[in-house]
């Protein structure tokens, strides 16, 4: 079973910048590909970014395409979301979620469901004022 942690949300204003982490306790992290989702209040859940082995493969949802950076660091068995340009409509719990894969193209662009992905994090609070 795989637990992740994540960390770095807060209260920022529009146009700010956050930086999330996440840390997942497995010994084998860099077999597993990595994503960030985020649920509004009385929204569903939504895919945000995703990060396969080596960072070899990575996709994003176009609201946050060219403002979010998504990347992993597997000697810390951390993934990040540099998030940028922060807008009032980013403002959710933004979850981790991870997925093992037998390939670092075995990660698709398709794979944006939140069933896609079988490990969560607790999630984390972003909140931008105007």
């Known amino acids: 079973q795989v637990q992740l942690v994540e960390s770095g949300g807060g209260l920022v204003q529009a146009g700010d910048s956050l930086k999330l982490s996440c840390v997942a306790s497995v010994p084998n992290f860099s077999q597993f590909a990595l994503a960030w989702f985020r649920q509004a209040p009385g929204k569903d859940r939504e895919f945000v970014s995703s990060?396969?082995?080596?960072?070899?493969?990575?996709y994003y949802a176009d609201s946050v395409k060219d403002r979010f950076t998504v990347s992993r660091d597997n000697s810390k068995n951390t993934v990040y979301l540099q998030m940028n340009s922060l807008q009032i409509d980013d403002t959710a719990v933004y979850f981790c979620a991870a997925r093992l894969i037998p390939s670092p193209r075995s990660l698709t662009a398709t794979m944006r469901r939140p069933t896609d992905f079988g490990s969560w994090g607790q999630g984390t609070q972003v909140t931008v004022s105007s």
């Open positions: 990060i396969s082995w080596g960072n070899a493969v990575t």
